[in-house]
């Protein structure tokens, strides 16, 4: 985890850049990369939310938001994003941000760090899933669903 750094509100413009290939990149709509680096400095300001760059320059992220959870003492860390440069990938990358990830949350005490994957996204599916990460809780006997609705 020695290439893992947590990027401050001065690497906002980094990881805004870096989120909006991830977006492009998956056809997914995004604002510009300005827009969320002025996001990102407001949010990187405070402890709700950590970005973590592997490399320099840096060639991966991940962005973690931590919340209260009424069912463990700790924070609950949801893994909003994690990505690693096209060209990259293969190199472990992102596993030393995964293994980052959770040393975070364990450093704050927690126990679990929750990730949502699209369906059709294989290759994620099987990133987790080599990492330990099941979308059937313990003790479950059906997949875990996740439902959202935007206004």
């Not at 977006?23 to 510009?32: A, G, K, Q, V």
């Amino acid at each position: 985890m020695a290439d893992v750094r947590r990027a401050g509100v001065a690497d906002a413009a980094t990881v805004g850049a870096l989120l909006h290939d991830f977006n492009t990149e998956f056809d997914t709509p995004t604002p510009r990369a300005d827009v969320l680096a002025g996001r990102l400095r407001a949010l990187l300001a405070g402890d709700d939310l950590v970005a973590l760059l592997h490399g320099d320059p840096p060639d991966g992220f991940a962005v973690v938001s931590f919340r209260p959870n009424v069912w463990f003492d700790a924070p609950v860390a949801l893994l909003d994003e994690l990505y690693v440069r096209p060209d990259l990938r293969g190199r472990r990358i992102g596993h030393a941000l995964i293994e980052a990830v959770e040393a975070l949350a364990e450093d704050r005490g927690g126990r679990i760090v929750e990730v949502n994957v699209d369906g059709e996204d294989t290759d994620a599916r099987r990133f987790y899933a080599a990492h330990g990460y099941a979308f059937i809780q313990p003790g479950a006997t059906e997949p875990s669903y996740y439902y959202a609705k935007e206004w």
